[in-house]
């Protein structure tokens, strides 16, 4: 970003809002109750995804909550009653994490902590292989939150730094205590500095620091399980050794969205005599384990792979079998019940790949009694064992891996395979795919010249075409499964190997999961409490949800639609971190994504239960203490149909929690990221209708998510650099032009981008619109008054209405970027047209109207410098209980008519420059044109015959096919049927190619014969103007019927045609005699039938100063030859002049170079020069 200049603009803004955020926080704007009474509720209930408080809230997090905010200022001004609540999150690790952290470095390094000096690592590029093919259908987010937050600092001291925060402050950061009280009123600080329409009252924090949201959520956790929605078992999930508890998405620095990857564990025993390095392990049974995805395809087995340098470790199972496979996977396998101890890898012994090649192995369902492991060089660490099974009738990796083999001795011999061991192993057919026939593999690998395992790129592509095509639609050969399809058998087949003990059911992550605490966490079969989100009647109860869900896109509705379907079981319960504790089982504690469900229903009572402190701490309003919050209690003001509870409350306060509750709920709009998705949004429709299944009331009524910010087009993160806190937003762009710019950042869920240049070019717009309502206002007399009905008057009238109904519809739907186009943008250009098409001077009425109108509009974006602009006009109270503006008549024709105005003078500016453009021709002959002084526009009140022909083609085609047209060889071969049509057809389809390109930008009117306004009445009206805009002396307005044939061919309704002239005139100086005026002598031409305003309109091209034709007085000498010649009197200017009448006319002699006027049948030579006086 380039440096700027001066703040003094930004300045004056941030001094506006720091007064209106005091008047609204006096007045308590945004506090809302219930209204009481009556069952009619026009209320508006939105709210955000409380943000985790280990941390200043960042623009992404503006993002997301500018919508909240935008929706909440216009639904206020559409008279609804609006609740905008805002909570701080502080449940499960990353702040514990954080804590222990620093505590562990104070210990270690001293306070302040003295770090090694590290080496510097280089940086080795990693290529970046290509993505193993799976079949799934899982919809999930892909990005990290946690990713690129720490800018690249090592250790949490050096984290805590970046923050600007002092030695002695940090210490304290080591109670994790330390960060509740920390960082949620930094949080209220920001936020209120950006001018949020949230009610303060109703905000919290959430664990057990917090005593009545911690009784809340204790409530809802025992009622779910009272409703069997909790369950308590064994279950595969992510999971970090080094916490020893489950890794849930917001834990995790990286793989946030990544589940478990269910793989078949193929035990290929080991066949005596084992290789030198395993002969100590005589008589026991040794298994080299793979994992495959495609259990299937175990029939056609030829071989299996190892990779000669890899390193892998034999280790010992629960029953005491050995098994053979990567540390990495042996991690995995000991959290799942593979070995005796859980999490405890038992190694025999450590060994290399190249230490097992060439051993005899007894593997599953092939028909090779006996295989070998052979060499494959492009194994990975970082999936499945390190061992792979071979099938290269289906696999092209492994076809061209064992025809490496088999062509080249070479490689054989250096790997000490035997030909025994490689040449008589031929693929087996064992499924046929259509157009690949049954062995599917080696036919793609000779279509696209696979000459090596080496050809990574081909191999890849051999891979989509083969696996996909073959998971969809291949069909089984072997005995047992004959004709089936291979996606029906998959499951059957690995259930058959598992029950014969030939296989085992093996997880891992589907990608790398890193936790907040640095670990690699693995999948473990743990003991836990978890919500069965997989229950079928659950599952049903949340798609019920969903159908009345308002999703504004089809995007976010999709996202939710795969998320239901693949939703299964929730660890909702972990052993360290923050939080509330199980109720029943107190030694666990309720993950953050399972306490941040339902929480929306607190905020609705928080304000009367918690002391306006955020933990809860204070005394309660109704004086009601977090013990009295019993189960029944909490049943009675959530639950309508439940009794009054017995209860030392008083029943008026009772009465009054549940009377918030059912005024408010249910949650009208919740804005998120569109991340949300398959994690916190569709566990807020399934707790809700597990809550209120009986209630479809309380459900909630929208969800809106965006897409991810950029800032300035690329990815924000402070390793980069490339980062913004809210509060150096507000204090770089202050509140209302970051909010502009973060308004126009984006709407969809594709991601957004802010871009600063767009910010600074804001603040200026909103500078300069304030500075011009000032000015409107300290000039209104100057405005014109009386009636407001010229074309122009009309015309804004009618384009202000429109832009109000627009903008209405936009907010609506809260697509705030093109509330913002159409609201201000535009509405801003309608007033610029109005500006510069209203020669005769703007109207008060419409001015003043415009200025309301549009501080209204804006109103939602940018609450402070319209709050302020509403001042300026006078009004008494807050612009946050005014109303949105009321629109008139909207006349769509006289707004086309103003459009074609705008084209017409457009085209007419291109067709002048053309005119004055040098002759093409031969070098040095190319002077520019003498300037034209004149113009006669030409309109068609009809089509040329051939384009009318045409046209009622089309129309008929049009009418007749419900709004389309036909392809353009069938309209063409209609066309040239038409004998009367035969001279134009280089013409024809160019015509009809350009109607087509207009139908889809305006519609059927296109089609219409004749224009539905009078387009000379429009040129004539606006004459001043396009005579001023192209400096010419006059344009005439004259029907193409009056003009030749070629004029006739180049008009057309809508399309007028322009013919340039220069009028031949005599030179005259006109001199001013006023001294100290700023007004100079000019030359200019005279010519024939000119009047006074025309040579005034001549000279006004020239003195721009000169605004008004009435304020000039035009004279002549009467003598002619001496006049000019004496020196004026001070104060006596007009002496020896004579005014020149409006009924004069100028004629000219072109042959004497002379000038004389008549005036009631006299005429008299002027000389050489006039005179001018501005009054």
Same mark, same amino acid.
């Given at each position: 970003?380039?440096?700027?200049?001066?703040? @003094?603009?930004?300045?004056?803004?941030?001094?506006?809002?720091?007064?209106?955020?005091?008047?609204?926080?006096?007045?308590?704007?945004?506090?809302?109750?219930?209204?009481?009474?009556?069952?009619?509720?026009?209320?508006?209930?939105?709210?955000?995804?409380?943000?985790?408080?280990?941390?200043?809230?960042?623009?992404?997090?503006?993002?997301?909550?500018?919508?909240?905010?935008?929706?909440?200022?216009?639904?206020?001004?559409?008279?609804?009653?609006?609740?905008?609540?805002?909570?701080?999150?502080?449940?499960?690790?990353?702040?514990?994490?954080?804590?222990?952290?620093?505590?562990?470095?104070?210990?270690?390094?001293?306070?302040?902590?003295?770090?090694?000096?590290?080496?510097?690592?280089?940086?080795?590029?990693?290529?970046?292989?290509?993505?193993?093919?799976?079949?799934?259908?899982?919809a999930?987010?892909?990005?990290?939150?946690?990713?690129?937050?720490?800018?690249?600092?090592?250790?949490q001291?050096?984290?805590?730094?970046?923050?600007?925060?002092?030695?002695?402050?940090?210490?304290?950061?080591?109670?994790?205590?330390?960060?509740?009280?920390?960082?949620?009123?930094?949080?209220?600080?920001?936020?209120?500095?950006m001018?949020?329409?949230?009610?303060?009252?109703?905000?919290?924090?959430?664990?057990?620091?917090?005593?009545?949201y911690?009784?809340?959520?204790?409530?809802?956790?025992?009622?779910?399980?009272?409703?069997?929605?909790i369950?308590?078992?064994k279950?595969?999930?992510?999971?970090?050794?080094?916490?020893?508890?489950?890794?849930?998405?917001?834990?995790?620095?990286?793989?946030?969205?990544?589940?478990?990857?269910?793989?078949?564990?193929?035990?290929?025993?080991?066949?005596?005599?084992?290789?030198?390095?395993?002969?100590?392990?005589?008589?026991?049974?040794?298994f080299?384990v793979?994992?495959?995805?495609?259990?299937?395809?175990?029939?056609?087995?030829?071989?299996?792979?190892?990779?000669?340098?890899?390193?892998?470790?034999?280790?010992?199972? @629960?029953?005491?079998?050995?098994?053979?496979?990567?540390?990495?996977?042996?991690?995995?396998?000991?959290?799942?019940?593979?070995?005796?101890?859980?999490?405890?890898?038992?190694?025999?012994?450590?060994?290399?790949?190249?230490?097992?090649?060439?051993?005899?192995?007894?593997?599953?369902?092939?028909?090779?009694?006996?295989?070998?492991?052979?060499?494959?060089?492009?194994?990975?660490?970082?999936?499945?064992?390190?061992?792979?099974?071979?099938?290269?009738?289906?696999?092209?990796?492994?076809?061209?891996?064992?025809?490496?083999?088999?062509?080249?001795?070479?490689?054989?011999?250096?790997?000490?395979?035997?030909?025994?061991?490689?040449?008589?192993?031929?693929?087996?057919?064992?499924?046929?795919?259509?157009?690949?026939?049954?062995?599917?593999?080696?036919?793609?690998?000779?279509?696209?010249?696979?000459?090596?395992?080496?050809?990574?790129?081909?191999?890849?592509?051999?891979?989509?075409?083969?696996?996909?095509?073959?998971?969809?639609?291949?069909?089984?050969?072997?005995?047992?499964?004959?004709?089936?399809?291979?996606?029906?058998?998959?499951?059957?087949?690995?259930?058959?190997? &598992?029950?014969?003990?030939?296989?085992?059911?093996?997880?891992?992550?589907?990608?790398?999961?890193?936790?907040?605490?640095?670990?690699?966490?693995?999948?473990?079969?743990?003991?836990?409490?978890?919500?069965d989100?997989?229950?079928?009647n659950?599952?049903?109860?949340?798609?019920?949800?969903?159908?009345?869900l308002?999703?504004?896109?089809?995007?976010?509705?999709?996202?939710?639609?795969?998320?239901?379907?693949?939703?299964?079981?929730h660890?909702?319960?972990?052993?360290?971190?923050?939080?509330?504790?199980?109720?029943?089982?107190?030694?666990?504690?309720?993950?953050?994504?399972?306490?941040?469900?339902?929480?929306?229903?607190?905020?609705?009572?928080?304000?009367?239960?918690q002391?306006?402190?955020?933990?809860?701490?204070?005394?309660?309003?109704?004086?009601?203490?977090?013990?009295?919050?019993?189960?029944?209690?909490?049943?009675?003001?959530?639950?309508?149909?439940?009794?009054?509870?017995?209860?030392?409350?008083?029943?008026?306060?009772?009465?009054?929690?549940?009377?918030?509750?059912?005024?408010?709920?249910?949650?009208?709009?919740?804005?998120?990221?569109?991340?949300?998705?398959?994690?916190?949004?569709?566990?807020?429709?399934y707790?809700?209708?597990?809550?209120?299944?009986?209630?479809?009331g309380?459900?909630?009524?929208?969800?809106?998510?965006?897409?991810?910010?950029?800032l300035?087009?690329?990815?924000?993160?402070?390793?980069?650099?490339?980062?913004?806190?809210?509060?150096?937003?507000?204090?770089?762009?202050?509140?209302?032009?970051?909010?502009?710019?973060?308004?126009?950042?984006?709407?969809?869920?594709?991601?957004?981008?802010?871009?600063?240049?767009?910010a600074?070019?804001?603040?200026?717009?909103?500078?300069?619109?304030?500075?011009?309502?000032?000015?409107?206002?300290a000039?209104q007399?100057?405005?014109?008054?009386?009636?407001?009905?010229?074309?122009?008057?009309?015309?804004?009238?009618?384009?202000?209405?429109?832009?109000?109904?627009?903008?209405?519809?936009?907010?609506?739907?809260?697509?705030?970027?093109?509330?913002?186009?159409?609201?201000?943008?535009?509405?801003?250009?309608?007033?610029?047209?109005?500006?510069?098409?209203?020669?005769?001077?703007?109207?008060?009425?419409?001015?003043?109207?415009?200025?309301?109108?549009?501080t209204?509009?804006?109103?939602?974006?940018?609450?402070?410098?319209?709050?302020?602009?509403?001042?300026?006009?006078?009004?008494?109270?807050?612009?946050?209980?005014?109303?949105?503006?009321?629109?008139?008549?909207?006349?769509?024709?006289?707004?086309?008519?103003s459009?074609?105005?705008?084209?017409?003078?457009?085209?007419?500016?291109?067709?002048?420059?053309?005119?004055?453009?040098?002759?093409?021709?031969?070098?040095?002959?190319?002077?520019?044109?003498?300037?034209?002084s004149?113009?006669?526009?030409?309109?068609?009140?009809?089509?040329?015959?051939?384009?009318?022909?045409?046209?009622?083609?089309?129309?008929?085609?049009?009418?007749?096919?419900?709004?389309?047209?036909?392809?353009?060889?069938?309209?063409?071969?209609?066309?040239?049927?038409?004998?009367?049509?035969?001279?134009?057809?280089?013409?024809?389809?160019?015509?009809?190619?350009?109607?087509?390109?207009?139908?889809?930008?305006?519609?059927?009117?296109?089609?219409?014969?004749?224009?539905?306004?009078?387009?000379?009445?429009?040129?004539?009206?606006?004459?001043?103007?396009?005579?001023?805009?192209?400096?010419?002396?006059?344009?005439?307005?004259?029907?193409?019927?009056?003009?030749?044939?070629?004029?006739?061919?180049?008009?057309?309704?809508?399309?007028?045609?322009?013919?340039?002239?220069?009028?031949?005139?005599?030179?005259?100086?006109?001199?001013?005699?006023?001294?100290?005026?700023?007004?100079?002598?000019?030359?200019?031409?005279?010519?024939?039938?000119?009047?006074?305003?025309?040579?005034?309109?001549?000279?006004?091209?020239?003195?721009?100063?000169?605004?008004?034709?009435?304020?000039?007085?035009?004279?002549?000498?009467e003598?002619?030859?001496?006049?000019?010649?004496?020196?004026? &009197?001070?104060?006596?200017?007009?002496?020896?002049?004579?005014?020149?009448?409006?009924?004069?006319?100028?004629?000219?002699?072109?042959?004497?170079?002379?000038?004389?006027?008549?005036?009631?049948?006299?005429?008299?030579?002027?000389?050489?020069?006039?005179?001018?006086?501005?009054?």
């Open positions: 970003m380039t440096e700027r200049k001066g703040t @003094a603009k930004v300045d004056f803004i941030k001094k506006i809002e720091k007064e209106v955020q005091q008047k609204w926080d006096e007045e308590k704007v945004f506090e809302a109750d219930a209204a009481s009474g009556g069952e009619s509720k026009n209320k508006y209930f939105v709210t955000f995804p409380y943000p985790y408080m280990n941390g200043r809230l960042h623009l992404g997090h503006t993002f997301s909550l500018s919508k909240c905010e935008f929706a909440v200022g216009y639904q206020r001004l559409k008279g609804k009653h609006c609740l905008f609540p805002f909570g701080l999150h502080c449940t499960g690790m990353p702040i514990k994490a954080c804590a222990d952290k620093l505590k562990r470095e104070l210990e270690l390094y001293g306070c302040p902590p003295q770090f090694p000096d590290e080496e510097e690592e280089e940086e080795t590029p990693v290529k970046k292989e290509a993505e193993e093919i799976v079949i799934k259908d899982k999930k987010g892909k990005k990290s939150k946690a990713a690129a937050k720490s800018g690249g600092a090592k250790f001291w050096d984290i805590m730094r970046s923050l600007g925060l002092s030695d002695e402050e940090i210490v304290q950061f080591a109670e994790a205590e330390y960060w509740l009280g920390y960082f949620p009123p930094l949080a209220v600080q920001d936020m209120k500095s001018g949020v329409k949230v009610d303060w009252r109703r905000s919290f924090i959430t664990t057990d620091v917090n005593p009545f911690d009784s809340f959520v204790r409530w809802q956790f025992e009622s779910l399980k009272e409703r069997k929605k369950k308590f078992g279950r595969y999930t992510i999971y970090s050794p080094k916490d020893g508890q489950p890794c849930m998405d917001h834990d995790r620095q990286t793989g946030e969205g990544v589940g478990p990857q269910e793989y078949t564990l193929i035990k290929m025993k080991m066949v005596e005599p084992f290789p030198s390095k395993l002969s100590g392990l005589k008589g026991t049974a040794i080299l793979a994992a495959t995805l495609r259990p299937e395809t175990m029939f056609g087995q030829t071989n299996c792979w190892v990779r000669p340098d890899m390193k892998y470790i034999a280790f010992e199972t @629960a029953n005491g079998d050995i098994f053979i496979s990567t540390r990495r996977s042996a991690r995995n396998m000991s959290y799942q019940g593979f070995t005796k101890e859980n999490g405890v890898v038992p190694s025999v012994m450590e060994l290399f790949g190249e230490d097992i090649l060439g051993c005899a192995l007894s593997a599953p369902l092939t028909s090779y009694k006996i295989i070998y492991a052979l060499p494959m060089l492009t194994i990975k660490e970082d999936k499945g064992t390190g061992v792979v099974t071979s099938v290269p009738s289906d696999a092209p990796d492994d076809i061209a891996a064992l025809r490496d083999l088999k062509k080249k001795q070479a490689l054989r011999e250096k790997y000490g395979i035997k030909d025994e061991m490689v040449l008589p192993f031929e693929p087996v057919p064992i499924i046929e795919i259509p157009g690949y026939g049954n062995l599917s593999a080696p036919q793609v690998c000779d279509e696209l010249k696979i000459q090596s395992q080496n050809d990574r790129e081909k191999l890849a592509e051999a891979k989509e075409m083969v696996y996909l095509k073959g998971f969809y639609e291949g069909i089984m050969l072997v005995d047992g499964y004959k004709g089936q399809k291979v996606q029906d058998v998959k499951k059957p087949i690995q259930k058959k190997m &598992v029950d014969n003990g030939e296989a085992l059911i093996y997880m891992e992550p589907e990608k790398q999961v890193m936790s907040r605490s640095a670990d690699e966490c693995v999948v473990a079969l743990c003991d836990q409490w978890y919500l989100y997989g229950d079928k659950w599952k049903e109860a949340a798609s019920n949800s969903l159908k009345s308002e999703t504004f896109c089809d995007e976010t509705r999709k996202n939710f639609e795969a998320t239901l379907a693949w939703l299964q079981e660890a909702c319960s972990r052993t360290y971190g923050l939080g509330t504790r199980l109720p029943w089982d107190e030694q666990w504690l309720i993950e953050s994504l399972s306490d941040s469900t339902i929480y929306m229903a607190y905020y609705t009572v928080a304000h009367l239960l002391g306006g402190v955020l933990n809860g701490q204070a005394p309660s309003p109704l004086g009601i203490k977090p013990e009295q919050m019993t189960k029944e209690v909490w049943n009675y003001i959530f639950f309508k149909n439940s009794p009054m509870p017995t209860s030392t409350i008083p029943k008026q306060s009772l009465q009054k929690l549940r009377q918030e509750f059912e005024y408010w709920y249910p949650v009208d709009v919740r804005v998120s990221g569109k991340d949300l998705v398959p994690n916190h949004l569709s566990y807020y429709l707790n809700h209708v597990a809550m209120w299944p009986e209630d479809s309380k459900w909630p009524v929208a969800v809106r998510a965006n897409g991810h910010l950029l300035n087009s690329e990815k924000m993160s402070k390793s980069t650099g490339n980062f913004l806190t809210l509060s150096e937003a507000v204090n770089k762009f202050s509140a209302d032009g970051m909010r502009l710019a973060l308004a126009d950042a984006g709407d969809t869920v594709e991601d957004a981008n802010f871009v600063e240049a767009m600074d070019a804001g603040i200026l717009r909103l500078y300069t619109w304030v500075e011009w309502v000032k000015e409107m206002i000039n007399d100057s405005l014109r008054s009386g009636p407001a009905n010229t074309f122009n008057d009309r015309v804004f009238a009618s384009e202000m209405n429109a832009g109000i109904i627009k903008t209405d519809q936009h907010y609506e739907k809260m697509m705030f970027k093109e509330a913002l186009k159409a609201g201000f943008f535009e509405f801003q250009a309608a007033k610029d047209k109005y500006r510069e098409l209203a020669i005769e001077g703007m109207h008060k009425d419409l001015v003043f109207q415009f200025i309301e109108n549009q209204l509009l804006l109103a939602p974006i940018c609450p402070h410098l319209c709050e302020y602009t509403w001042s300026l006009l006078g009004k008494t109270g807050s612009l946050m209980k005014a109303s949105w503006p009321v629109s008139g008549p909207v006349d769509e024709i006289l707004i086309r008519s459009q074609y105005l705008m084209e017409t003078a457009h085209d007419l500016r291109l067709r002048l420059k053309g005119y004055m453009a040098p002759a093409k021709g031969k070098k040095g002959d190319n002077k520019p044109q003498q300037k034209p004149h113009c006669t526009t030409y309109v068609a009140k009809n089509y040329p015959p051939w384009q009318h022909t045409t046209l009622t083609l089309l129309r008929k085609h049009y009418k007749a096919n419900n709004g389309q047209l036909p392809e353009n060889k069938v309209i063409a071969s209609e066309l040239g049927a038409l004998p009367e049509l035969k001279k134009y057809m280089k013409r024809l389809m160019p015509f009809v190619a350009m109607i087509k390109e207009n139908l889809e930008k305006n519609g059927a009117r296109v089609l219409d014969l004749e224009l539905e306004f009078d387009e000379r009445a429009v040129l004539l009206e606006n004459i001043v103007y396009l005579t001023n805009s192209l400096e010419l002396d006059q344009i005439d307005v004259i029907f193409a019927s009056e003009a030749d044939d070629k004029v006739k061919e180049e008009c057309c309704p809508g399309k007028p045609y322009s013919v340039f002239r220069s009028e031949p005139g005599v030179s005259v100086f006109l001199v001013n005699p006023q001294p100290a005026n700023g007004y100079f002598s000019s030359k200019i031409d005279v010519r024939q039938g000119d009047t006074k305003d025309s040579i005034i309109r001549r000279l006004m091209k020239v003195e721009r100063a000169i605004k008004d034709l009435q304020r000039v007085k035009l004279m002549r000498y003598d002619p030859v001496l006049g000019p010649r004496r020196v004026p &009197v001070l104060g006596k200017e007009e002496q020896g002049k004579k005014a020149i009448s409006e009924k004069s006319i100028f004629h000219i002699d072109l042959n004497a170079k002379k000038v004389h006027i008549a005036d009631n049948g006299l005429k008299v030579d002027i000389g050489d020069t006039l005179v001018y006086l501005v009054q």
